[in-house]
């Protein structure tokens, strides 16, 4: 997994609480990624992070915020978390060459 | 929204044999990749093929580009158990972005 890991691995949380999700690399690449893998849809980008304190939105970026204070760390906030954020989320690191690596992903669930 | 598309969306097949994978885009890119995704784990990149590149090779993988169709395949050869996961096409979104935009995957499975 290229030195990516994501904490925690598993949570269940209830409907209205906040959550964050925790993403560090050892890899010390620039660009650093949030998905969300759901049946039906793929692989969906959240936000991304193309250096320390410089981030963008991607698809479906409502509802989630991302910080990254140093470049081995991104995390992705859900601030009040719905039954719709139930789904399984990635964590990416990217190269200048636009090739991606891939944590072991994070299972939540929203009750 | 999405980019790429593969057919099948699912693909059954006995050990030895080949797997063909497709994958369909709308837009120019710079590049397409391929990249495996194993029940429960994350993906892992296998190979990046740049718009002026027709094929490339990697192992038993052999990956071709059509720019003029906007199209590209994976090809497994000689295909073992252990291949058996979902397979995603990614192109960098439009304008040639560091973001990807991701297919639905073609579940493989290859039966011993």
């Known amino acids: 997994d290229a030195g990516i890991t994501q904490s925690p691995r598993h949570k269940v949380t209830e409907t209205g609480t906040p959550v964050t999700l925790r993403c560090h690399q050892t890899?010390?690449?620039?660009?650093m990624y949030w998905y969300r893998q759901d049946p039906g849809h793929g692989l969906r980008l959240i936000h991304y992070s193309y250096g320390v304190k410089d981030t963008d939105k991607g698809e479906v970026s409502d509802g989630y915020s991302v910080s990254r204070s140093k470049t081995e760390d991104f995390l992705l906030t859900l601030e009040s978390a719905t039954s719709s954020q139930t789904s399984v989320y990635f964590c990416?690191?990217?190269?200048?060459?636009?090739?991606?690596?891939f944590g072991p992903g994070t299972r939540l669930t929203v009750l | 929204s999405q980019q790429g598309e593969e057919d099948p969306q699912a693909l059954s097949i006995q050990e030895g044999e080949n797997a063909t994978m497709n994958c369909s885009y709308k837009?120019?890119?710079?590049?397409l990749q391929w990249y495996r995704q194993n029940s429960g784990r994350g993906l892992v990149h296998l190979i990046l093929?740049?718009?002026?590149?027709r094929e490339k090779h990697s192992g038993r993988l052999r990956v071709t580009l059509d720019t003029s169709k906007k199209s590209s395949s994976l090809l497994i050869t000689a295909s073992r158990a252990a291949d058996t996961a979902s397979y995603f096409c990614a192109t960098d979104a439009e304008g040639g972005s560091e973001k990807l935009v991701f297919g639905k995957g073609t579940k493989l499975t290859v039966n011993p």
């Open positions: 990416a690191t990217g190269t200048d060459y636009n090739e991606q690596f």
């Open positions: 890899e010390n690449h620039r660009y």
């Open positions: 837009t120019s890119i710079n590049n």
């Open positions: 093929i740049r718009s002026n590149e």
